[in-house]
């Protein structure tokens, strides 16, 4: 049975930086070293299998990603003129981590230096009933990222600026998994006005 997540972005983003970013190749999930730092419990066979589908590129990703977003409607996402801050919430049911791996490695690979280096994070939430968990964070900065668990005070603050995000999808993983994506109007694309 498939499990409702959401991953929650908050970074900040140029165009023209995001762009060059996503032109450029990716590099295997291997080239990350602490992905045992996040609780999610990755295993060397889930990191060889999401070398397997890793695209060629983010933006080649990031197409499919947004076609499946589209598809179901399961996809918010704001662009802050004044801040040029990127958030970006995923909705997404799955019990298949090869997919959660490939998506954060990509989102690692393309955001740290997607903006002009100040703090992002990717925090990544599970909903299981009433119970809603922080897994753990991806935390950017100067062009870097970094992992840490749930428990780590750099995890914890996250969870208070996304916690209004993972709440709206939270009570959207109520309902039955062909409810939601029939009715995601909510969370489909969106720009704040420039």
């Known amino acids: 049975m498939k499990s409702p997540y959401s991953l929650c972005v908050y970074t900040p983003i140029q165009s023209d930086l995001l762009s060059r970013n996503l032109s450029k190749p990716l ?18 066979e889930d990191l060889l299998r999401s070398d397997e589908i890793t695209p ?19 996809w918010h996402f704001q662009e802050d003129a004044k801040t040029r801050y990127l958030t970006l919430v ?7 981590w090869t997919r959660l791996l490939l998506g954060l490695n990509v989102l690692r690979q393309v955001l740290p230096t997607a903006g002009d280096g100040g703090p992002g994070y990717i925090a990544v939430h599970r909903f299981d009933g009433r119970d809603s968990k922080t897994l753990g ?18 995890t914890q603050k996250t969870i208070a600026h996304a916690s209004p995000l993972a709440t709206r999808v939270k009570s959207m993983s109520k309902m039955p998994e062909s409810h939601i994506i029939d009715n ?6 969106r720009r704040q006005p420039a």
């Not at 291997?30 to 419990?41: A, P, Y």
């Not at 964070?137 to 005070?153: L, N, T, W, Y």
């Open 27 to 44: 590099k295997s999930a291997w080239s990350f070293n602490d992905w045992d730092d996040l609780g999610v419990g990755f295993s060397d």
């Open 56 to 74: 060629e590129t983010g933006a080649v990703y990031l197409r499919n990603l947004r076609a499946a977003g589209r598809q179901t409607r399961g």
């Open 137 to 154: 964070a991806i935390m950017m900065r100067h062009g870097e990222s970094k992992v840490f668990g749930p428990d780590h005070p750099a």
């Open 90 to 96: 995923l909705p997404y049911w799955t019990n298949d």
């Open 184 to 189: 995601m109007g909510g969370l489909n694309e």
